[in-house]
């Protein structure tokens, strides 16, 4: 149909069409989780990068530049990541306050991409309080896979959120601290340090053939670090190897901490 | 019939397909036009802005969960501009600013042209800022992005006979005023 519209108006109105900011496409895609943006926060063990899009926090990287971090993130999720000043204002707290040993504040986790066993695995590792550590076998006793002790280690080997999921409280069945994906062995101590654990004894007890502590006044046994065995004062502490040890002294397990999963199938 | 624009009937087809694969396409073909009727029919560009976002977020929702057959008969166009207008309406109405209220932000001009397109541009925004919310809608819609009345009638939820007097009183409202602009200039510059 043909229209009564002057060519000066019709110029005039076709003359206020505006392109929409540049930023906006990458923002629109990741509000719905299509694409994601990434900010350094500081950490214990230096500078972080935290990814997150409007699903939930997608990443937690130790990379040392932003294209290298860049490029492991688009390879790993297929997406882009940009980079921004600094992460929102909400986000930032809860994480600053996760991190600080608050359990209770929640973070929407973006963990598209991974196996139901691993969010058990995770999820699993979420329960460890801030300040202790659980073997590689009581997470895989924990979610009901006692002979897993294998596939627990690769699944925390492959937690893309360190930190946030406290994949650092997990350590060696045999005592030792063991492996850290975010930077190595070295991170690991330093965070368990900076938590309040101290990995230096942790090790010596390892090494002494010290698995459990017990306490001679309530009979109850706990793993080292566990908030109950702390309270237990020098003279009433009983030092067992394993768990069966404990057992056959007439011991029962700490319900905090249930060091029987530690002594799963190795 | 399908009437529809041959890009979005293969747009809806690949979103059917495969939404998150082509939805970044979807935005990238419609976020100016979007961008241009949140601008042309309401606040600053700062709500603009987060009015089509928001304006694309509800139909991802609304994509993930509708039977790909649904999505392969979509009406992009028509559909996105519903989303964009009710959502602007629902903003509008908590935020209680008023609609008719155009924000100039010259900054964000194009650069490369001189003072003169300039001016002429705001001149035709504020006239189109002082028409009714339902006239400037519907001019909008039909001359600025281009969209048919048949096209309009769906995405405003009025009938096409109605949205064509709204685009012709707006349109008659536009030259009066702009008569009466010309006027008030020339008597203001000293002969």
């Not at chain 2, 609609?99 to 900054?107: N, Q, R």
Request: glycine fraction near 8%; aromatic fraction near 6%; hydrophobic fraction near 40%.
């Amino acid at each position: 149909m043909t229209e009564m519209i002057d060519p000066a108006t019709e110029a005039g109105l076709t003359g206020l069409r505006e392109p929409a900011p540049p930023g906006l496409a990458h923002s629109t895609l990741v509000a719905v989780g299509l694409a994601d943006d990434y900010a350094v926060i500081d950490s214990p063990v230096g500078p972080l990068r935290v990814a997150w899009n409007g699903r939930g926090v997608s990443e937690v990287a130790g990379a040392v530049d932003d294209a290298s971090f860049e490029a492991r993130f688009q390879a790993r999720t297929g997406r882009t990541a940009r980079r921004r000043d600094a992460l929102p204002v909400d986000l930032a707290r809860k994480i600053e306050r996760r991190l600080a040993g608050d359990r209770r504040v929640r973070i929407d986790l973006d963990l598209r991409g991974s196996t139901p066993f691993e969010q058990a695995v995770w999820r699993k590792a979420l329960e460890i309080p801030r300040g202790e550590v659980r073997p590689y076998g009581w997470i895989a006793t924990e979610i009901g896979r006692p002979r897993a002790v294998r596939a627990v280690g690769t699944a925390l080997g492959h937690n893309p959120v360190p930190l946030i999921v406290p994949c650092h409280r997990v350590v060696r069945s045999d005592g030792l601290i063991g492996q850290y994906s975010l930077g190595g062995p070295e991170n690991k101590r330093t965070i368990l340090a900076d938590e309040g654990a101290d990995p230096d004894e942790l090790e010596s007890l390892a090494r002494a053939g010290v698995r459990f502590f017990g306490s001679d006044t309530t009979h109850i046994y706990c793993m080292p670090t566990c908030r109950d065995a702390r309270r237990v004062t020098g003279r009433h502490l009983v030092r067992f190897p394993s768990a069966k040890a404990a057992s056959a002294a007439g011991y029962r397990p700490c319900l905090h901490c249930r060091p029987a999963g530690a002594i799963a199938v190795a | 019939m399908d009437d529809r624009r041959p890009d979005d009937a293969a747009l809806a087809a690949s979103l059917a397909n495969d939404l998150d694969g082509s939805f970044e396409e979807l935005v990238v073909a419609h976020q100016d036009r979007l961008f241009t009727i949140a601008l042309r029919t309401g606040g600053d560009r700062h709500d603009a802005e987060e009015l089509v976002q928001d304006t694309f977020v509800r139909a991802y929702r609304a994509l993930g969960e509708w039977p790909d057959a649904r999505i392969r008969e979509l009406r992009l166009r028509g559909w996105l501009t519903t989303i964009l207008l009710n959502a602007g309406r629902n903003r509008a109405r908590v935020k209680r600013v008023p609609t008719t209220e155009l924000v100039f932000d010259p900054g964000a001009e194009p650069a490369a042209d001189p003072l003169a397109r300039r001016d002429e541009r705001e001149t035709w925004a504020r006239l189109l800022a002082g028409l009714s919310p339902a006239q400037r809608t519907a001019v909008v819609l039909r001359h600025v992005d281009g969209m048919s009345y048949a096209e309009i009638a769906i995405a405003v939820g009025r009938p096409a006979g109605t949205v064509k007097a709204h685009v012709h009183r707006g349109l008659a409202a536009l030259r009066t005023a702009l008569i009466a602009a010309e006027q008030r200039e020339r008597e203001e510059i000293p002969a």
